[in-house]
C-alpha cells in the first residue's frame, strides 16, 4: 500500500522561494572593508537569483547539468550563485581558493566546468589558469578587482552586474528531479586525486532541516550568523541553504578573515551565532585577548572541522561565547554530529558532553568498526574507525564526465557505508569522542597513542598558543609522539616543563608523554585552515625541524 501523500520534489529552488517571500526582509551583510558594508535583503538577492539564471540560460547557453564554478569568497553575490546555478537544473562547482594551483586546474577539467564566477579580487588566481582550462568557456566577474589581467583570456569575460542588469525578474524553475546533482565540492584529498562529492537536491533539502532543528544550530529569524566556513567548503556546513528556510540572517565576511577585522565586525554587527574551525577561534582569542572587543552577542558558536581543544571552549566561556561542538566531512554535507548536552544537567555536568564530538542527528546512522571488520559496542571505551550512512551522507564520489562513479574499498564498506577515516569511541548514550584520524594514530609497541588528547592536553598550558602531534619512526617502539609547538607571544617554556605538565597536568600516561619535541613559529595549514600533518612528518623526514630529544 502506497502513502496518500503528494510527492514533491525536495528541490532548492523551493528553499529560495521560501526564503525571498516569506523571510523576504532576512538581510545579507556583506563585508566590505569601506565605513558601510553591504546590505542585501533576501528578497533582493532572491530576485538577483532570478536574473542570474536568466542571464546563465539566455546569453551564456547554460543548459542541462552543465557545470558552474564560482571561485568566490562568502558574499551575497556567492549565496545568488548557490541559489540561481542548482534551482535552475546545473550544477554549482565551489572552488577551494586556497588549493594549490594545480589541483585547482585538475578539479575544473574534472567537472568539465563550462562558467566560472569569480570576485575580482581571486583574479590574479585565476587568469593563469585559464589557458589549462579548455571546457571553461565564460568567466563571470564580480565586484572590486583589476581585471586587466584577464585581458587576452581564450573565454568571454563578464561583469556580473552587467550580465545580470535589466534581466526578466522570474524564471520559471524546472521541476526536477530531487535525486538529480546540485552541486559538488572536491574533498582535498591527501593522497590520490582530489575527490568529488556530488550532493543532491534532497540532500541538500534535508540536510537544511537539520542544521535548523534546535538540537543542531536551531537558529531562528531573530539570529544573525556571522559564516565564516568558506562557502567553497561543505556548502558552508549548509548555512546559505538552511538561512533562506528560516530567515537567519547572515554575516559574510568576504576576504576579510583575519582576526582584526573579524572582531571587529562581531562588535559591530553584533551577530548572535557564528561557524568556524578552530584555528579561526584560537586567531580571534589572541586578538581580543591583546585589543578587547566586545564578542558578547554571540551567544552561540559552532565549531567544528578540526578537533576543537577544551581550553579553547573554557577560553571562550570565559568571555560568555558559548562554543559548540560539530563534526562532520565533505562527504557528510557536513553535519554529522552537534556535541549539545543532555537537558537537566549542571554547567559542571555538561562539560564532558561538550567536550566530545557529540551525538547523531535521527538522519546520521553510526556503527564503530574494529581492525578485523568486526562491529564494536557503544560502551564508551572500544575505539574502532566510524562508518555512517544516511541521507545526506556520499555514497560514492564523481568518476568524471560520461565515467562512472567510484567506490574506493578504503572509503565505502561493501554494504554502502561511508568509512570516514576517524577514530573513536561511542557511549552508551551515543556521543561521539574522535581521537584521531585513522592515518593519525601514533602505534607505540602495538599500543596506540592519541594525537589530539596530547595536542588538548598541551594547548592547555598558558604558554601554548598551539600544538599538533605527529607519529614518527621509532627503532624500538614503531613509532613515537612528536610535539611540535608554538608559543604565545612573549612567552617561553622548555621541553622537561611542558612533558611534566602534559603528566601532572593533563593526565597523560607516562609511557605517551613525548620525548622528540620541536618549538615551531606556525603549525603548517591545510587549504581549510586544519592542521596539516603530512607536512610536518615531511619536515621531520628531512631534517627541516630543530627536533630536542629528551
Ligand atoms: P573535510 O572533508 O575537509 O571537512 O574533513 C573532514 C575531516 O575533518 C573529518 O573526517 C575529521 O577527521 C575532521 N574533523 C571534522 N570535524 C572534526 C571535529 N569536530 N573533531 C575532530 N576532527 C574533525
Not at 88 to 103: I, K, S
Request: with cysteine; glycine share 8%; aromatic share 6%.
Amino acid at each position: 500500500m502506497y502513502s496518500t501523500m503528494q510527492d514533491v520534489q525536495l528541490n532548492v529552488s523551493r528553499i529560495l522561494q521560501h526564503g525571498m517571500t516569506i523571510h523576504g526582509k532576512s538581510t545579507i551583510t556583506t563585508w566590505t572593508g569601506e565605513p558601510e558594508p553591504q546590505r542585501r535583503t533576501f528578497a533582493e538577492a532572491g530576485t538577483r537569483a532570478h536574473q542570474l539564471a536568466h542571464a546563465l540560460r539566455d546569453e551564456l547557453g547554460v543548459t542541462g547539468d552543465q557545470r558552474v564554478a564560482t571561485l568566490m569568497w562568502n558574499n551575497a553575490e556567492h549565496v545568488e550563485a548557490y541559489f540561481a546555478i542548482p534551482s535552475m537544473g546545473a550544477v554549482l562547482h565551489t572552488l577551494n581558493l586556497r588549493l594549490p594551483p594545480e589541483q585547482l586546474v585538475w578539479i575544473v577539467n574534472h567537472a568539465a566546468d563550462r562558467v566560472v564566477l569569480v570576485n575580482g579580487s581571486l583574479l590574479p588566481l585565476l587568469a593563469p589558469l585559464l589557458p589549462h582550462l579548455p571546457t571553461v568557456e565564460h568567466v563571470v566577474v564580480t565586484g572590486p578587482g583589476d581585471r586587466s589581467v584577464l585581458d587576452g583570456a581564450a573565454p568571454r569575460v563578464h561583469d556580473y552586474e552587467e550580465l545580470i542588469a535589466g534581466r526578466p525578474t522570474a524564471y520559471d524553475w524546472p521541476e526536477l528531479d530531487e535525486r538529480t546533482a546540485a552541486a559538488m565540492c572536491y574533498t582535498s584529498g591527501t593522497t590520490g586525486d582530489p575527490k568529488g562529492v556530488v550532493y543532491s537536491h534532497r540532500s541538500i533539502y534535508l540536510h537544511s532541516m537539520q542544521v535548523n532543528m534546535s538540537e543542531s544550530m536551531g537558529l531562528t529569524a531573530k539570529d544573525t550568523s556571522l559564516v565564516v566556513v568558506p562557502q567553497f567548503h561543505v556548502n558552508a556546513w549548509g548555512l546559505p541553504h538552511a538561512t533562506f528556510m528560516t530567515g537567519i540572517n547572515m554575516l559574510m565576511p568576504d576576504r576579510f578573515l583575519q582576526p582584526a577585522p573579524l572582531a571587529e565586525m562581531i562588535e559591530r554587527e553584533r551577530p548572535t551565532h557564528a561557524a568556524a574551525v578552530p584555528t579561526i577561534w584560537q586567531g580571534l582569542l589572541a586578538e581580543v585577548t591583546a585589543n578587547p572587543r566586545d564578542l558578547s552577542s554571540m551567544t552561540q558558536v559552532t565549531i567544528g572541522g578540526a578537533a576543537c581543544p577544551p581550553s579553547l571552549m573554557e577560553a571562550y566561556d570565559r568571555l560568555g561565547v558559548r562554543l559548540c561542538h560539530a563534526w562532520g566531512m565533505t562527504e557528510t554535507s557536513p553535519l554529522g554530529t552537534m556535541a549539545h548536552p543532555p537537558h537537566g544537567l549542571t554547567a559542571e555536568e555538561e562539560w564532558p558532553y561538550r567536550v566530545t564530538q557529540g551525538r547523531f542527528p535521527a538522519g546520521v546512522e553510526a556503527r564503530l568498526v574494529g581492525p578485523g571488520g568486526e562491529h564494536l559496542p557503544w560502551d564508551g571505551e572500544s575505539a574502532g574507525e566510524l562508518e555512517v550512512r544516511g541521507t545526506w551522507i556520499a555514497g560514492s564520489y564523481f568518476g568524471g564526465i560520461d565515467a562512472e562513479e567510484i567506490r574506493p574499498a578504503d572509503k565505502f564498506s561493501e554494504d554502502g557505508w561511508l568509512k570516514t577515516g576517524d577514530v573513536g569511541v561511542i557511549s552508551p548514550d551515543g556521543y561521539l569522542t574522535l581521537t584521531d584520524r585513522a592515518k593519525d594514530v601514533i602505534k607505540s609497541g602495538g599500543e596506540w597513542i592519541s594525537s589530539v588528547e596530547l595536542e588538548n592536553a598541551l594547548m592547555a598550558h598558558p604558554a601554548v598558543a598551539e600544538a599538533a602531534v605527529v607519529a614518527v619512526p621509532d627503532e624500538k617502539w614503531g613509532e613515537r609522539p612528536l610535539a611540535t609547538v608554538v608559543l604565545k607571544e612573549g612567552e617561553t617554556a622548555d621541553y622537561e616543563t611542558l612533558r611534566a605538565f602534559l603528566a601532572d597536568e593533563g593526565g597523560i600516561a607516562k609511557w605517551q608523554l613525548p620525548e622528540r619535541w620541536a618549538i615551531v613559529p606556525a603549525v603548517p595549514k591545510t587549504s581549510v585552515g586544519k592542521f596539516d600533518k603530512k607536512v610536518i612528518r615531511r619536515q621531520y623526514a628531512e631534517g627541516e625541524l630543530d627536533v630536542t630529544q629528551l
